[in-house]
Antibody, heavy 120, light 110 residues
Framework: QVQMVQSGAEVKKPGASVKVSCKAS????????IHWVRQAPGQGLEWMGW????????NSAQKFQGRATLTRDTSINTAYMELSGLTYDDTAVYYC?????????????WGQGTLVNVSS | QSALTQPASVSGSPGQSITISCTGT?????????VSWFQQHPGKAPKLMIH???GRPSGVSSRFSGSKSDNTASLTISGLQAEDEADYYC??????????FGGGTKLTVL
């Protein structure tokens, strides 16, 4: 079955960077975009961006442009989201999800989520 | 771009039907038939329930249905069950290959 498995929880200091991984299985990795979405504690979902694993092309929400870097390694079917210049407001659960239809919000399945805690 | 507008909470009794609205503008919900709905239970990852306004993925109960009128999309759950109690989020394509979510709605089954 299709699965997205993410890396474990992270604790980072303000100003640091974090890199979250998302390993896909059960389908041809380069055939579907991977989207990143985050959820601050007790808050709603916030779309961050996507990567096309085939070409490496990316697109991000304006809020994250210049701070979020989306990459992939097709040899191990893994996508990465690196967020730099962390602030306390970046404390959140970060999810990856397969985009069934490229850039539309037809996202399934989702990874289990990775908690990033920004703390001094 | 502001988040799509959803009611903070809705409730219903078992067996009843409820509808959750998702209001956007003629630049997002009104412009594209790319609206999805997600269900999220506490501490769990979201699950796709409806795509492309009214499409239902394999394995999702037929009690879940979606529709759209002008700038407002709606999710209807019929025959409410205890297991439906969760947070629900709408999402829309907004052009330039970008996506936006609604603020979320907490569904309580009384």
């Amino acid at each position: 079955q299709v699965q997205m498995v993410q890396s474990g929880a992270e604790v980072k200091k303000p100003g640091a960077s974090v890199k979250v991984s998302c390993k896909a299985s059960g389908y041809a990795f380069t055939m579907n975009y991977i989207h990143w979405v985050r959820q601050a504690p007790g808050q709603g979902l916030e779309w961050m961006g996507w990567i096309n694993p085939n070409s490496g092309a990316t697109n991000s929400a304006q809020k994250f442009q210049g701070r979020a870097t989306l990459t992939r390694d097709t040899s191990i079917n893994t996508a990465y989201m690196e967020l730099s210049g962390l602030t306390y407001d970046d404390t959140a659960v970060y999810y990856c999800a397969r985009g069934i239809m490229t850039t539309t919000p037809m996202l399934s399945p989702w990874g289990q989520g990775t908690l990033v805690n920004v703390s001094s | 771009q502001s988040a799509l507008t959803q009611p903070a909470s809705v409730s219903g009794s078992p067996g009843q039907s409820i509808t959750i609205s998702c209001t956007g503008t003629n630049s997002d919900v009104g412009a594209y038939n790319y609206v999805s709905w997600f269900q999220q239970h506490p501490g769990k990852a979201p699950k796709l329930m409806i795509h492309d306004v009214s499409g239902r993925p394999s394995g999702v109960s037929s009690r879940f249905s979606g529709s759209k009128s002008d700038n407002t999309a709606s999710l209807t759950i019929s025959g409410l069950q205890a297991e439906d109690e969760a947070d629900y989020y709408c999402s829309s394509y907004i052009g330039s290959s970008t996506v936006i979510f609604g603020g979320g709605t907490k569904l309580t089954v009384l």
